[in-house]
């Protein structure tokens, strides 16, 4: 089993940065695509942005390319995501979560591709 803890969330003011981390437990991520997700209220879970297992591949959703940076450090079995020039509508509560399938080739990006997940954290983004 796979536990994942997320932090680093909290209160900024439009236009500053977080850096999120997700920390694994009781097996290593190392060789799992990693994946953060967020969830609006009343909301379903959506893509944020996800990286291989060995960092040769990102994906980011479009509204947040060229301000988030996903990375990992397998030695750390931690995977980061750096949020910058953050608004108000990035305020949500953010997962961090583990694709166990090993021979999938593109990243997931379906919150039903992954089947470990953190129990999340809150950014808020006041304007």
């Known amino acids: 089993q796979v536990q994942l803890v997320e932090s680093g969330g909290g209160l900024v003011q439009a236009g500053g940065s977080l850096r999120l981390s997700c920390a694994g437990s009781?097996?290593?991520?190392?060789?799992?695509?990693m994946g953060w997700f967020r969830q609006f209220p009343g909301k379903e879970r959506e893509f944020v942005a996800a990286i291989k297992w060995n960092s040769m591949n990102t994906h980011y959703t479009d509204s947040v390319k060229g301000r988030f940076t996903i990375s990992r450090d397998n030695a750390k079995n931690t995977v980061y995501l750096q949020m910058n020039s953050l608004k108000p509508e990035d305020t949500a509560v953010y997962y961090c979560a583990a694709d166990s399938l090993l021979s999938r080739g593109e990243l997931g990006r379906h919150s039903y591709d992954y089947d470990y997940w953190g129990q999340g954290t809150q950014v808020t983004v006041s304007s």
């Open positions: 009781g097996r290593t991520v190392s060789p799992y695509d």
